[in-house]
């Protein structure tokens, strides 16, 4: 019979290999992971400037004209711009994603990624096709 070792307030400490604080720019997937995650902030920027663009639609036409002369300067249209690249970034490798975390199975098998994957990005077109139909005026 194995007796177990005396409990003691004093626990060895086990060996652990440190962790740079960089290990994420040492490989290629791992820059793209957590550059992914860090895409989420640009999603959340555009929801906040669309709250605020409400808000200020709520306050009247002096606030809303405030906003627009705001958004019209060259550093928030070069920060939006930035911005507008991540949510892309963040969109694409999202729906790359979606047949990972969601798998799909017809008849027992399961269905290829792509066709889980190619209804959103078509989805995508067409609600941002229609989208610019409107805000373009389309007729």
Same mark, same amino acid.
């Given at each position: ?5 005396? /409990?003691?307030? /004093?626990?060895?400490?086990? /060996? ?9 720019? *040492?490989?290629?997937?791992? =820059?793209? &992971?957590?550059?992914? *995650?860090?895409?989420?902030?640009? @999603?959340?920027? &555009? ?19 405030? =906003? ?10 070069? $920060?939006?711009? @930035?911005? $507008?690249? $991540?949510?892309? /970034?963040?969109?694409?490798?999202? &729906? ?16 290829? *990624? ?11 077109? @067409?609600?941002?096709? @229609?989208?610019?139909? =409107? ?5």
């Amino acid at each position: 019979m194995k007796q177990s070792p005396a /409990y003691t307030l /004093y626990h060895p400490k086990w /060996y652990r290999k440190r962790v740079s604080t960089w290990w994420w720019a *040492e490989q290629w997937r791992s =820059f793209k &992971f957590i550059l992914r *995650e860090l895409s989420s902030l640009a @999603v959340i920027y &555009f929801v906040a400037l669309l709250l605020w663009l409400l808000w200020s639609l709520g306050r009247g036409s002096d606030s809303y004209a405030e =906003f627009l002369a705001w958004m019209r300067e060259p550093l928030m249209i070069a $920060f939006n711009a @930035v911005a $507008f690249l $991540f949510a892309l /970034y963040h969109s694409i490798t999202w &729906f790359n994603l979606a047949p990972k975390a969601m798998p799909l199975r017809l008849g027992g098998k399961r269905l290829p *990624e792509w066709m889980i994957a190619a209804p959103n990005y078509a989805a995508w077109i @067409v609600i941002s096709a @229609v989208i610019a139909w =409107f805000i373009l005026g389309g007729e």
